[in-house]
């Protein structure tokens, strides 16, 4: 619970969206693909500045 509780507001609530209030199995894949998308587009502008 100490890693959600020093997380950003704003990923607790997409996380509670995720939990509680989304309702299909193709909005959950659209959503997993755009986090993805973002994570690996920001992973490789860390990389480069490294």
């Known amino acids: ?5 020093s997380l950003p507001k704003s990923i ?3 996380l509670r ?3 509680q209030d989304l309702d ?3 909005k ?3 959503l997993q693909a ?3 998308h ?3 587009k920001r992973k490789r502008q860390l990389k480069k500045g490294s």
Do not use: P, Q, V
């Open 38 to 40: 973002y994570i690996e």
């Open 34 to 36: 755009t986090l993805n």
């Open 12 to 14: 607790k609530k997409t």
């Open 24 to 26: 299909s199995l193709h």
């Open 1 to 5: 619970m100490k890693l959600f509780d």
């Open 28 to 30: 959950l894949e659209e």
């Open 17 to 19: 969206y995720i939990n």
